[in-house]
């Protein structure tokens, strides 16, 4: 099955924007195995469900974290886009 990526950009409480990524995750014979369709490359692995789940948040925020380091001093901008 083919997920679409799900984004939604919110403001929480602190004002600090909060996004959610569609993931996928399927069992390996070391436990499982996370990927994050919207970011290529992005992907994680863990014992249990929940441990593959919190590596991949930790791998998704790196990436962002690297993303904004290469478009560092470039005219970047951001777009909406309603998911349908």
């Known amino acids: ?5 799900f984004f ?9 924007n909060s996004m959610t990524y ?3 995750l399927q ?5 499982f195995a996370v990927s994050c369709p919207g970011l ?6 863990g014992a249990t469900e929940q441990e ?6 930790d791998a998704i925020r790196e ?3 690297a993303i904004g380091e290469l478009t560092r001093g470039q005219d970047v ?3 909406e886009v309603a998911a349908g």
């Not at 099955?1 to 990526?5: E, F, K, Y």
């Not at 939604?8 to 600090?16: D, F, G, K, L, Q």
């Not at 069992?27 to 436990?31: L, V």
């Open 40 to 45: 290529p490359g992005c992907w994680s692995q």
């Open 77 to 79: 901008r951001e777009v």
């Open 8 to 16: 939604s950009v919110a403001r929480n409480r602190s004002s600090i």
């Open 1 to 5: 099955m083919i997920l679409r990526p």
């Open 52 to 57: 593959a789940l919190q590596n991949i948040r």
């Open 27 to 31: 069992h390996s014979d070391e436990g």
């Open 22 to 24: 569609r993931v996928v």
């Open 63 to 65: 990436y962002l974290e």
